[in-house]
Nanobody
Framework: QVQLVESGGGLAQTGGSLRLSCTASGGDVSDYDMAWFRQVPGEEREFVAA????????VYDSTVKGRFTVSRDNAKKTVFLQMDSLKPEDTAVYYC?????????????????WGQGTQVTVSS
């Protein structure tokens, strides 16, 4: 059983940056595909970025491509989300997720393990 804990959220201005971290325990994170999702109250959880265990190629949603960077440090059991050029529409609770199955990386239902979330607020 993998436990995930996010950190690094907070308040940023438009155009600013934040770096989220997700630290895993209870399992070997190097075996897992890792992803970031976000959710605004009243809306569905949406895919942001992922980095697979196998090829380490990152995958991004089109709304964040070119602004966000996902990376992982398996030795530290940590996944990062560097968020640059932030926009007010990036405001959400950001969740880290992990999975072992080969299902598509953009589906929340494919991920059995989730962190508690961290709030990101971008002011205009």
């Amino acid at each position: 059983q993998v436990q995930l804990v996010e950190s690094g959220g907070g308040l940023a201005q438009t155009g600013g940056s934040l770096r989220l971290s997700c630290t895993a325990s209870g399992g070997d994170v190097s075996d897992y595909d890792m992803a970031w999702f976000r959710q605004v109250p009243g809306e569905e959880r949406e895919f942001v970025a992922a980095i697979e265990e196998r090829n380490r190629m990152p995958v991004y949603d089109s709304t964040v491509k070119g602004r966000f960077t996902v990376s992982r440090d398996n030795a530290k059991k940590t996944v990062f989300l560097q968020m640059d050029s932030l926009k007010p529409e990036d405001t959400a609770v950001y969740y880290c997720a992990a999975k072992l199955s080969p299902r598509a990386v953009v589906l929340p239902s494919a991920y059995p393990y989730w962190g508690q979330g961290t709030q990101v607020t971008v002011s205009s």
